[in-house]
Each structure stands twice: as structure tokens, then as C-alpha cells.
């Protein structure tokens, strides 16, 4: 039996690991750019067919946008994270809203049960880059540290599944808040983030949970839970 076909599938299944790898582990973050193809296969030393081969099938999954004349981006995370974005693109405002809440208050009173003094210190740290993102004026950059405040408290629950789940929503929770902030950052719709960390610090379950509850009806289109 040749060994060519299965040398060539061990290959690309290589190079689409390595890709991912890249993609999950943050070096390449949503919404950037991939190296070109005449790059990538300089860098991983394959034949320019294994790159294209391996693209595609990324792009096929969701992980890659292939823009023609433009370059190939990163779109999501995961293939769960791909599926979801495509799944929940045209969802009503109020059901992402309930689903955020959910999520995050979960999230919250996991963190104030279980979090360190690690965790306390970099939520802390997220929250000063979450205000400066604010008083910069910067659509893109608040929705950013934003979002990646709140995984961060999911995170600090240290429960592996609603974690995994979370941040493979984290398209969607981008899109709805930038959807919701709209073109620029106005002072009366500032929500201060303070009393859910206090809350985590001083491990009151309850006031963490609901301060993290109400953060994603705040904002136009929904008018709270039913």
C-alpha cells in the first residue's frame, strides 16, 4: 500500500494543528491578520498546497475568514466559537442579553467563592485598562477591555466548562457590544465595573452575582428581564 496519501493527510493535519495553535493560544488574535501564504510556507517549511490545504479547512470550521484581495483574518477561536458567531449573528438583542447575564453572574459568584489574590490583582489591573480604554474615547479598544474583563471574571470561577463556554461566546459578546456602544463613548452611558470586583474581593457571592447580572442590561435595545 503507498505511504504517500497518508504522509500527505499526517502533513496537513500538522500544519492545521500548528495554525490552530496559533490562533488558540492568542498569538494571533481575532480579527488580525494571518502571515501570507508565501510566508507561511517559508515558516513551516511545507509545500504551498499543505498551507492552502490547511487554510482552508480553518476557514471551512470558522476559525479563518478568507477575504479575496484583502488576506485571510482570524474569526474566531474555536470551531464552537465559529459555529456560535455564525449560529447567533442575527440574534435578538435580548436573548444575547439574558445569556450574558446569566453566564456572568454565574461566572461572578463562582469568583467571589473560589478566586485567589492572583486573581483579585489582575481583575484590578483589567479594570484600570478597562477605564483607560474608556477615557481614551476608543470604540475598538473599550469593547476589547471590556470584554476581556468580564472572561477574566469567568475565569476567576476556575470552573474549565463555563470558562471554555464563555470565551468561545466571545464573538458574540464583541459584536454585542459594539453593536451597543455604537460610535462613540458617551459619559452618561458609563457603567462602573467597581462593585462587581469589590464584590469578588470581599467573597459576597450574592452582590457579585447580581451586579454582574445587570451589567448587560444596560444598554439600548433591551430594558431589563421580564
Same mark, same amino acid.
Given at each position: 500500500?503507498?505511504?504517500?496519501?497518508? !504522509?500527505?493527510?499526517?502533513?496537513? *493535519?500538522?500544519?492545521?494543528?500548528?495554525?490552530? +495553535?496559533?490562533?488558540? #493560544?492568542?498569538?494571533?488574535?481575532?480579527? #488580525? +491578520?494571518?502571515?501570507?501564504?508565501?510566508? %507561511?510556507?517559508?515558516?513551516?517549511?511545507?509545500?504551498? /498546497?499543505?498551507?492552502?490545504?490547511?487554510?482552508? *479547512?480553518?476557514?471551512? /470550521?470558522?476559525?479563518?475568514?478568507?477575504?479575496?484581495?484583502?488576506?485571510?483574518?482570524?474569526?474566531?477561536?474555536?470551531? %464552537?466559537?465559529?459555529?456560535?458567531?455564525?449560529?447567533?449573528?442575527?440574534?435578538?438583542?435580548?436573548?444575547?442579553?439574558?445569556?450574558?447575564?446569566?453566564?456572568?453572574?454565574?461566572?461572578? !459568584?463562582?469568583? *467571589? !467563592?473560589?478566586?485567589?489574590?492572583?486573581?483579585?490583582?489582575?481583575?484590578?489591573?483589567?479594570?484600570?485598562?478597562?477605564?483607560?480604554?474608556?477615557?481614551?474615547?476608543?470604540?475598538?479598544?473599550?469593547?476589547?477591555?471590556?470584554?476581556?474583563?468580564?472572561?477574566?471574571?469567568?475565569?476567576?470561577?476556575? /470552573?474549565?466548562?463555563?470558562? *471554555?463556554?464563555?470565551?468561545?461566546?466571545?464573538?458574540?459578546?464583541?459584536?454585542?457590544? $459594539? #453593536?451597543?456602544?455604537?460610535?462613540?463613548?458617551?459619559?452618561?452611558?458609563?457603567?462602573?465595573?467597581? +462593585?462587581?470586583?469589590?464584590?469578588? $474581593?470581599? $467573597?459576597?457571592?450574592?452582590?457579585? =452575582?447580581?451586579?454582574?447580572?445587570?451589567? =448587560?442590561?444596560?444598554?439600548?435595545?433591551? #430594558?431589563?428581564?421580564?
Amino acid at each position: 500500500m503507498p505511504l504517500t496519501s497518508p !504522509r500527505r493527510a499526517a502533513l496537513s *493535519a500538522q500544519v492545521i494543528e500548528e495554525l490552530r +495553535r496559533q490562533i488558540t #493560544s492568542g498569538a494571533w488574535p481575532v480579527g #488580525s +491578520r494571518i502571515p501570507t501564504e508565501p510566508e %507561511l510556507v517559508e515558516q513551516l517549511g511545507v509545500a504551498r /498546497n499543505t498551507v492552502r490545504e490547511a487554510v482552508r *479547512a480553518l476557514a471551512h /470550521n470558522g476559525l479563518l475568514d478568507i477575504r479575496q484581495g484583502a488576506g485571510t483574518f482570524v474569526a474566531a477561536t474555536s470551531e %464552537l466559537a465559529g459555529v456560535m458567531q455564525r449560529r447567533f449573528a442575527d440574534a435578538a438583542t435580548r436573548d444575547v442579553a439574558e445569556l450574558r447575564s446569566t453566564l456572568e453572574a454565574e461566572g461572578a !459568584r463562582l469568583a *467571589a !467563592r473560589r478566586r485567589t489574590e492572583e486573581d483579585v490583582e489582575r481583575l484590578e489591573t483589567l479594570l484600570e485598562r478597562r477605564e483607560a480604554a474608556w477615557d481614551s474615547g476608543d470604540v475598538g479598544r473599550f469593547v476589547e477591555a471590556d470584554a476581556t474583563l468580564h472572561l477574566a471574571v469567568v475565569e476567576a470561577s476556575h /470552573n474549565e466548562v463555563l470558562t *471554555a463556554l464563555y470565551a468561545d461566546l466571545g464573538a458574540v459578546v464583541r459584536d454585542f457590544l $459594539r #453593536s451597543d456602544v455604537g460610535d462613540e463613548l458617551r459619559p452618561e452611558e458609563h457603567l462602573d465595573h467597581s +462593585r462587581m470586583l469589590a464584590a469578588i $474581593r470581599d $467573597r459576597d457571592e450574592a452582590a457579585a =452575582a447580581a451586579e454582574a447580572a445587570s451589567h =448587560a442590561w444596560h444598554c439600548r435595545g433591551t #430594558s431589563g428581564p421580564e
